[in-house]
């Protein structure tokens, strides 16, 4: 056992976890760059573009990138988004905190002044929240479902005419605001109309009145709104955008901002630069919501947007404007069953829903088989059939009995099972996922049984509709299997298609839809958003600057942060080294928004967009009330600070907004993390014998 | 057979091991790595077995213990004895260990017989828990159970002591009023003599934010979320009958170890062993269970025919829960499919189906057993590990002051003040301490002085960040300065 001293000059864990987030620097911001990692041993390569699949490829075997590694894996696994931000603050703070220990502040104050700073700020960035209230309440859902029925209510369709589709994203800056980028069908005459052509005229009337406002954004928006029909009994003003008066501590200026009150301005905040995936999710949204309200009873409990209904299927080779999101469970089924779906579609069929696997020798999982049990024939002939084969007779009567088409099943299913129901237009689906078949047990009556031989009539699941995803013969892959979709009457899952000409992309193309999902997912559930476009991060900087010329208050414990012995030196000296830790701790902010700035290409060098925001951090903290100096920027068409890489058309700018709790976990994850190595001081390798650690690395190592 | 033959080599004895400079240099260089741990403003260290194996930061004994892997029997010892405590108290064990050090570094200084030394530090350490436990002793509290103050004080010490736990003071504060309410719980309501403490179960849980960490009463049992929409939500007014197993019901057969067993053709071992079961389902169902609760796997045919009888069968409940599970409910666990005593059977008042982050919870209500489930949120598995270990040794902290109901002020001051008295009593009242043992005052002196530095050295680890220790040597007073 070994162990070695890690700070003896320079900590080279801080060091090592600079260089690590050094990686991630590219996926910073709307504008992200992928990177190609090479495997110099087998010649191999992929295609990432997020900091989750780039530390899954990086060799993050040393303590510190383990941490790291775990700190941003159970960031993702909780949020799905914010992993970027956690891993460049992880490093951006790491070389903040050498420059403290550069400069003799002890450990514990560093840590107790840091973690006190980072509350502080995310104490303040509270007055940038954005309320999103009542987003469903404009949304008039009987019309939109009368408008499904009709096309629910017609035969089956062949094509993708039942599905929502998306229609290419529309460029921002187009001339015409564009809210109406989906349809819930092609065929005219049965679209529900949610969008009057003639109220364009009104909304640009509307549009040159407002423009002189300082919040001219905000009332754009609410003019967009008046183009749907259903919008347009809100005809006061008041009634959309409800003023939502803040920050009257701050004295003379009182701003005013408005809740988000509608989803398609909530899609768009939040898509951060990736409006295709975005409109996929919105339109995921919308399906669900209409779905609810179709429900009995749904009148009773408000919408909540249920993501674990949500599944995604990625199908590569095709161009992208075949992504759409669909009504019900979409899979690929072997090209040899094509007949099969042509017989068995028009009609509603019988499901039985397997939990194991469906073979012979399977048994349920706690399950051991015994190894030392002998069969004796005593006399007896043997049947000529194997037991497989009798197993798969016995099968084929039961699904017979019980007049069942389609059964499906979590885990593996015999392939010469398959073949003989095949000729029966009986069909099997394996491997499907275990929220797809909790789905379909709830829509179809079904019980999910462990073996077939367990189904009797209350277990069988009815009403289930089997059709191809698009004409067959259309989009073969590779591997000869087809697309089809399955659904019943009121199934409340959605599969969004996700489909790119790239492969090497679709992975980072379902990422993106995953993170878009999330984001929508919890600002809807946290009912708020804050102000997006890093003013939240700006925000924190200027505050941090103000805070550190504070002298500190006598008594003021929330102050020691971790410092909990008052009684010890640390306590009493904590004033002086105060603004300097505050000082480095802003430097993390100033790095983060300098990198932003720069890979949004608004500046071409690091120095430069530096020397932008610390312009604008003066003027915020010169202000006396930067969270006001904010809002009155980020109302500014060209301010260049909150308004990234949009055109100066007035009214084409779409607000930007960020998840609140995701976003402040982040932070405080990376600072945990720095804080975390920063204490360590040695690492102890246990286990090994001295022998077996190569002589390079037993450098400065100590034995026990 | 032939044998080998080997030339037995001679055994070689070292003459007092510890005088040896490599276990010297050892001791020094553990020494080093426990007192850099020590205290709230400790350092933490990286454990992990170079190989690209999981990394634990830790600043606590238990876990830095369990893991170094020393090779010399001296240090064996030492690791070994203050495990040993640990085990028992839970609490003090860097402290056990770098006094330990201190003493065998200070005692070898003194140069006197080994045999004198330890007579004499035998009677030092005597005067100190006598002085302890003494009225006179001026460094100790009694507890007053009647208010909150000082065992949150004691909880509070106990967390903060452990950096690695990264808790905020927000946070610090939380978590000491939920260990608090959860050593609450587990007392009785009942004054039957003699008092038997309840159960705390401690449950970690990634992922959310450590003040959304909650400790409710009865046990709470995590089951993956599918099964739990699938349990029917049968209420009823009155106790819900409950049969507990400990023996697997997943229709396997016992297995016959080396020999085999033989079967004839058309006659299955496995639907034998499911109609053994479905009969104990039946018995199950006419003795009028409402819930059944299997530490390992039930059979799926089994579950399904408790479930269209209207039981609630949850399996795969696992080892842990069953002790506290056998004490919330009064059933005993079942060990085998013969019929069923019906005084195995317990009883439960209720149940709720809770979620928490990500995970699904079925949780039982116990009628009055003092059984509670302590819930601790972190953010990720390190800091989780660390929390939910000085959480466990914060509520044995706190059992420990039902048997004896004072506390030592920490920061250094009871060390410090027992040097003082011990240098006093030295100087004034050797005979006090010797008892015509047969040493001389000046043995005593040199032995005297090697123990209270020992203890004055380990109030001194408390400090890391190159700050002064000042010592009051006559009132026995201790300051931290920055020089």
Redesign the interface.
Known sequence: MACRIINKRRHVGLQQLSSFAETGRAFLGPVKSSKFITDEGCHKSVLVSSTVRLLESLDTTSAVGQLLNEAVQAQNDTYRTGATTLLFLAGAWSRAVEECLHLGVPIPIIVSVMSEGLNSCSEEVVSLQVPVHNIFDHMDSTEAVSGLETVSGSSLPQDLSEAISVPEKQDLKDDVPQLATYSLSEKPGKSPKFFKPQATVEAGKNTSQTLKNLHTDTCFRKSVLIHSRHFKRTDNNQGICTPNRFLEQCGAATFQTYGCRDLVELAVGLSHGDGSSMQLVEAAVRLQYQNACMQPGSRAAPFMFDISRLFTFCLPGLPETFSCVCPGYITLVSISSAAMIQELQNRPIRVVLIEGDLTESYRHLGFNKSTHIKTVLDGVKLQEDSSEELWANHVLQLLIKFSVNLILVEGNVSEHLIEKCRHRNQLIIGSVNGRVMQTFAEATGAVQVAYITQVNEDCVGSGVSVTFWRNPLDDLDRSNRMAILLKTEGISMITAVLTSPVRAQMQTKEDRFWTCAYRVHHALKEEKVFLGGSAVEFLCLSHLHILAEQPLQKGDHACLGRLHDTSSWLASSLASYRPTVLKCLADGWHRYLSALLCNTATYSSELEASTFVQHHVQNAVDSGCPSAYILKEYNKLNSGIFNLGISNKPEQIPRVYDVVTPKIEAWRRALDLVLLVLQTDTEIITGLGHTQINSQKLEGCLFL | MMSCLEAKKPSLCHREPLTAEKVRT?LA??KG?LT?CYG??G??????????G??C?TSQSAV?LR?????HPV?KVLIASVQNHVSCFSDCGLFTAILCCNLIENVQKTNLATATAIKLNKRLLNFCTNYLRSESCGCRIPVDFSSTQILLCLV?SVL?SK??C????KE?DHISTLILRAFLFTIPESTKNPIILGKSIIISL????VTDSTVLPGVLIEIPE?QL??TLPVRKSSALKVALFST?L????S???E????????VS?ENAVLDQLINLGRQLVSDHVDLVLCQ??M???LK?FLRTHHIIAID?VGVTPIEPLSKATGAQPIGSLGPVSPSSYGSVKDWHSAQF??KHFFHLIPNEAPVCTLLLCN?????ADELKLACQTALHVLQLTVKEPWVLLG?GCTETHLAACIRHTTHKEPGNILQGEGCTQAELQLIAEAFCSALESLAGSLE????EILTDMKHGHFW???D
Request: proline residues 6%.
């Open positions: 050892t260089v553990l790595v850099s709230p403003f350092r933490l260290k990286q454990l992990h077995n170079g190989v690209g999981s990394v930061t830095l893991n170094l892997s020393v090779t240090l509070r903060t950096p690695a990264m808790l905020t003071r610090v990634k992922g959310p934010r599918i929409m699938k697997s997943s229709g396997d057969f297995d016959p170890g020999g085999s067993v033989v079967v004839s053709y058309r071992l390992k796997v059979h799926p045919s399904r795969r982050g990500c953010r990720n598995d390190t800091v920061g890391h960040d190159g700050g931290s300065m920055q």
